[in-house]
């Protein structure tokens, strides 16, 4: 554990970049060649690198964010581990139990609550939706984020720090784990059941992540996780559908040049909000 802390305590910027850019390959190339979806024979005119390139875009911009305010982070874990603040200086624990603790508490603040959030609060989900109109969900729709959600995401990332006390080590292994599952559970697969089964009892699949990315309502609002699905679970937000079921992007914007168009994309939280339709019912099917 103790080289495990010593290496996340020290990553070269460079390997952070590796983990980034060596997940999107990776999975690219598995989805390649066992794709859930064919998107170029159910869409005339899709193109996987002009998809890619917009996400690639929104990629970049989150970069450029969170390395402006990566000072703040850096600051408040220094601050925290000084001051003995957050959890994990209040209870004293083996390494191994705190880099669990730790993660689960990132997560579940960092990631599990900041999404949720982002689902029900307007003003949020008004730069969370650029996430969730991408028709073609690929591995690189994990970084598919608005500016304005980037710093969403980094505020709760830094009071996930504040209240758990990590430690910079901690974040960073953190961040290596988020950018690896994240590019992994919106890779354009689907794991055997088995398989589906065994994994999903300690982290978010595909299968699972899926299923948030259904365009309307209930079922956008279920499966929020990140790294770890116990939190879907316990607050009573997981779900289950077949793959084939699943139709991909948001019922407000269905049109081809608002979901795939770098400049609608970015002003899409200005304009006028839409509230969702949400999936029909039989009553509701009889009146329209």
């Known amino acids: 554990m103790e080289r495990l802390v010593d290496y996340f305590e020290h990553i070269p910027s460079s390997h952070r970049s590796l983990i980034l850019v060596g997940g999107i390959t990776l999975f690219w190339l598995i989805e390649s060649a066992i794709p859930l979806f064919r998107f170029s024979q159910a869409t005339p005119g899709y193109s996987k690198l002009h998809h890619a ?17 990566a000072f703040i982070l850096f600051r408040t874990s220094d601050w925290v581990v000084r001051q003995h603040v957050g959890l994990l200086s209040w209870v004293d624990m083996p390494l191994w139990a705190e880099t669990i603790v730790g993660l689960l ?11 949720w959030t982002q689902h029900k609060v307007t003003f949020m989900w008004r730069f969370h939706l650029i996430h969730h109109t991408d028709a073609y969900v690929d591995t690189t729709t994990a970084n598919r984020h608005h500016p304005g959600e980037s710093v969403i995401r980094f505020v709760f990332t830094t009071l996930a720090v504040l209240v758990m006390g990590a430690p910079m080590w901690l974040v960073f292994l953190y961040q290596a784990l988020s950018v690896l599952l994240s590019q992994f559970n919106h890779a354009n697969i689907e794991l055997p059941r088995w398989a589906d ?22 079922v956008t609002n279920t499966n929020y996780g990140n790294i770890f699905p116990c939190w879907d679970r316990l607050f009573g937000t997981y779900h289950e559908m077949a793959g084939k079921n699943i ?30 339709v949400g999936e029909k019912t039989p009553e509701t099917k009889e009146l329209a």
């Open 53 to 69: 390139g917009i996400n690639i875009f929104f990629t970049l911009t989150t970069i450029v964010v969170n390395f402006i305010l």
């Open 105 to 115: 508490g990132l997560d579940l603040i960092g990631a599990w609550l900041a999404h």
């Open 197 to 218: 089964r065994l994994l999903g009892l300690v982290i978010v699949t595909p299968n699972m992540h899926h299923v948030h990315h259904h365009y309307v309502l209930p």
């Open 247 to 276: 139709h991909y992007g948001i019922d407000t914007h269905t049109e081809p040049n608002e979901h795939s168009q770098i400049g609608s994309l970015l002003k899409m939280p200005f304009q006028k909000y839409r509230p969702p």
